[in-house]
């Protein structure tokens, strides 16, 4: 961690943008950028929408290409891997290299790669087509949160909240508009979803003008020093924890987002119809949460609120296996606010301790999260073909426990952070 923060210092360009970020910071004062908070929340709605078509088209590819579940298997890996995996070196690179029109070439990589699936007449080019979109995912994320970051106007955890709300739509609609586009007319019907990435290359070429022009203003203006709040020590074991409370938050979230329909159904017996309702009334929450999760931070402190937003929520996930139909629907209200409230305090904790490296740790952190909710839903559901879905609810029920971990996590509120 100290050769990424001695190379940051190093390099001309980081000095640069660490200038942009404090001039950001200096204008705290004039409030937000509104106009560039929606542009990017939008672009993220976009962006997570197309990456949500991917799962919903599986079955027409399957039937397609003649496909066994270990060819889906390998879609989802190649899909993961360079939408995960890529984030945290693209977040490195761009903090000491900012280009700020690599987010319209993010949404370029997005659009050559649904129509690469369109018109794909064979697995091995189906392959190349998911992991061009992951690649366009890896770009878009890590340079869009430092956008945010820049135009928070001092308010990160709102501007971290408004961004992410985008993506949590994005997904929520992108399987829907998959149903009503894909299913009837068949795989080519998927290069309709070219035309979102079009129009989200030409929002981010806005952004990235506007990206290019805080830079410049910014150049001459003395920067702060780019230094940890911290011990190097503290940093260390505040990263890994920051992770493991990730781990714990996404790995439920997707029992409930992968399997909560299957779980209605074959429990209470209510219709596909009513079970996909209620999966849209827990996702209508974690958008909520999301909204929520950063104002929150901003005025009772990170950490206070993702202690709360871990922890707090065991009672309700503690119960919920236990629970007759109404109390479920109640309890996944409160599971989706609280535990979606996590997120955006997490990066914005995560960057005031690692200042001047927004990139790093959002490709880290947004990387990490994308990559625990993939293999979480994988392994959960081989888990549920040996026992039972209601017993992996069991099973999930413990994880916010692992919210204790919080309580060693540094308070900076006291100290001064920049970047």
């Known amino acids: 961690m100290s050769a990424i923060t001695d190379s940051d210092q190093a390099a001309p360009a980081a000095s640069t943008d660490a200038k942009a970020t404090a001039s950001s910071v200096a204008k705290a004062a004039s409030g937000p950028a509104f106009a560039i908070l929606m542009m990017i929340s939008v672009s993220h709605l976009l962006n997570d929408l197309m990456q949500s078509v991917i799962p919903a088209v599986y079955p027409i590819l399957k039937d397609k290409f003649?496909?066994?579940?270990?060819?889906?298997?390998?879609?989802?890996?190649?899909?993961?891997?360079?939408?995960?995996?890529?984030?945290?070196?693209?977040?490195?690179?761009?903090?000491?290299?900012?280009?700020?029109?690599?987010?319209?070439?993010?949404?370029?990589?997005?659009?050559?790669?649904?129509?690469?699936?369109?018109?794909?007449?064979?697995?091995?080019?189906?392959?190349?087509?998911?992991?061009?979109?992951?690649?366009?995912?890896?770009?878009?994320?890590?340079?869009?949160s430092r956008?945010?970051?820049?135009?928070?106007?001092?308010?990160?955890?709102?501007?971290?909240?408004?961004?992410?709300?985008g993506g949590n739509i994005g997904s929520a609609i992108g399987p829907l508009l998959a149903m009503v586009l894909v299913v009837p007319y068949g795989q080519h019907a998927i290069g309709f979803f070219a035309l979102f990435a079009l129009t989200g290359a030409i929002i981010l070429t806005r952004v990235g003008f506007w990206y290019r022009d805080q830079r410049r203003a910014a150049k001459g203006k003395p920067a702060n020093a780019a230094k940890s709040p911290v011990e190097q020590a503290v940093l260390v074991r505040s990263i890994i924890i920051l992770c493991a409370l990730i781990f714990s938050k996404f790995l439920y979230m997707a029992s409930l987002s992968s399997y909560y329909i299957f779980y209605t159904k074959e429990t209470f017996h209510v219709s596909t119809p009513t079970a996909q309702l209620l999966l849209f009334v827990y996702l209508g929450a974690v958008a909520l949460g999301t909204v929520?999760?950063?104002?929150?931070?901003?005025?009772?402190?990170?950490?206070?609120?993702?202690?709360?937003?871990?922890?707090?929520?065991?009672?309700?996930?503690?119960?919920?296996?236990?629970?007759?139909?109404?109390?479920?629907?109640?309890?996944?209200?409160?599971?989706?606010?609280?535990?979606?409230?996590?997120?955006?305090?997490?990066?914005?904790?995560?960057?005031?301790?690692?200042?001047?490296?927004?990139?790093?740790?959002?490709?880290?952190?947004?990387?990490?999260?994308?990559?625990?909710?993939?293999?979480?839903?994988?392994?959960?559901?081989?888990?549920?073909?040996?026992?039972?879905?209601?017993?992996?609810?069991?099973?999930?029920?413990?994880?916010?426990?692992?919210g204790l971990l919080a309580v060693f996590l540094p308070d900076v509120r006291s100290k001064r952070v920049t970047g």
């Open 66 to 144: 003649q496909l066994n579940y270990a060819d889906v298997g390998l879609l989802t890996f190649t899909w993961q891997l360079m939408a995960s995996i890529l984030q945290p070196l693209v977040g490195m690179y761009t903090d000491k290299h900012p280009k700020p029109f690599s987010l319209p070439v993010g949404m370029a990589c997005t659009l050559t790669g649904l129509l690469l699936m369109a018109f794909a007449e064979s697995f091995g080019v189906l392959l190349v087509g998911v992991g061009v979109i992951g690649i366009g995912s890896s770009i878009f994320h890590p340079e869009s």
């Open 147 to 165: 956008v945010a970051r820049m135009a928070s106007g001092g308010r990160h955890g709102l501007a971290q909240s408004v961004f992410q709300v």
């Open 292 to 402: 929520a999760g950063g104002p929150l931070g901003d005025h009772f402190g990170r950490r206070s609120v993702i202690w709360f937003s871990i922890l707090g929520v065991l009672p309700f996930t503690l119960a919920l296996p236990y629970a007759n139909l109404f109390w479920t629907v109640v309890l996944t209200l409160p599971i989706g606010f609280i535990l979606a409230s996590a997120f955006p305090a997490i990066v914005v904790f995560a960057q005031e301790l690692v200042p001047g490296k927004p990139g790093t740790i959002a490709g880290l952190f947004f990387g990490f999260a994308f990559g625990m909710g993939g293999i979480g839903a994988a392994a959960l559901g081989a888990l549920a073909d040996r026992t039972s879905i209601t017993f992996v609810y069991q099973v999930c029920s413990f994880l916010p426990a692992i």
